[in-house]
T-cell receptor, first 115, second 117 residues
Framework: DSGVTQTPKHLITATGQRVTLRCSPR?????VYWYQQSLDQGLQFLIQ???????AKGNILERFSAQQFPDLHSELNLSSLELGDSALYFC??????????????FGPGTRLTVT | AQSVAQPEDQVNVAEGNPLTVKCTYS??????LFWYVQYPNRGLQFLLK????DNLVKGSYGFEAEFNKSQTSFHLKKPSALVSDSALYFC???????????????WGAGTKLIIKP
């Protein structure tokens, strides 16, 4: 158990809809990262937050947005969903007080299916 | 530009034989290197890292990796493979502290390791 939690585990929705994925980082970690993993593909970095502020953006679509709240949990919002958005979405965290910003610890992921 | 290459999509090894999963990198400054494993329908698990010091790094589940600066490689190894080692393995790199990388990791495409009984 990495200490990173994600909800829900599975999500099935229709094209055009909007969903919200939630992530709670390891206790004390300040950075949260979101990744997308499509079938038979590697990890695509979407976005990083550090202590509530956006720190870096990767290949995140304009239809997607994220935020990190004062309690450090994060949400990834996906809107106007398309079939191609079906994927595993992972959250990872790192960099707590007194910790190095080294390895990231991953949650179990949310499997999104768009029909 | 920073990059990571895992040149093999798949590696097949017989149980009990040694295994190697290859990783090469390109990064400015001193690299921070990582290996992760992903079992089916699971999140990624951290295996080991190289930050500084001894070039041979030992990690979880009997895995180790050797940092080779001249060859810019960080290959993952295990002396005797188990069927349970079958999984997807990812190599990642981050530029060292003198590089403003925002703590992002650059990920390889992954290598599927299949251990046959």
């Amino acid at each position: 158990d990495s200490g990173v939690t994600q909800t829900p585990k599975h999500l099935i929705t229709a094209t055009g809809q909007r969903v919200t994925l939630r992530c709670s980082p390891r206790s004390g970690d300040l950075s949260v990262y979101w990744y997308q993993q499509s079938l038979d593909q590697g990890l695509q970095f979407l976005i990083q937050y550090y202590n509530g502020e956006e720190r870096a953006k990767g290949n995140i679509l304009e239809r997607f947005s994220a935020q990190q709240f004062p309690d450090l949990h994060s949400e990834l919002n996906l809107s106007s969903l398309e079939l191609g958005d079906s994927a595993l979405y992972f959250c990872a965290s790192s960099g707590g007080q007194g910790r190095g910003f080294y390895e990231q610890y991953f949650g179990p992921g949310t499997r999104l299916t768009v029909t | 530009a920073q990059s990571v290459a895992q040149p093999e999509d798949q590696v097949n090894v017989a149980e009990g034989n040694p295994l190697t999963v290859k990783c090469t990198y390109s990064v400015s400054g001193n690299p921070y290197l990582f290996w992760y494993v992903q079992y089916p329908n699971r999140g990624l698990q951290f295996l080991l890292k190289y930050i500084t010091g001894d070039n041979l790094v030992k990690g979880s589940y009997g895995f180790e990796a050797e940092f080779n600066k001249s060859q810019t490689s960080f290959h993952l190894k295990k002396p005797s493979a188990l069927v349970s080692d079958s999984a997807l393995y990812f190599c990642a790199v981050r530029g060292g502290p003198n590089v403003d990388s925002n703590y992002q990791l650059i990920w390889g495409a992954g290598t599927k390791l299949i251990i046959k009984p």
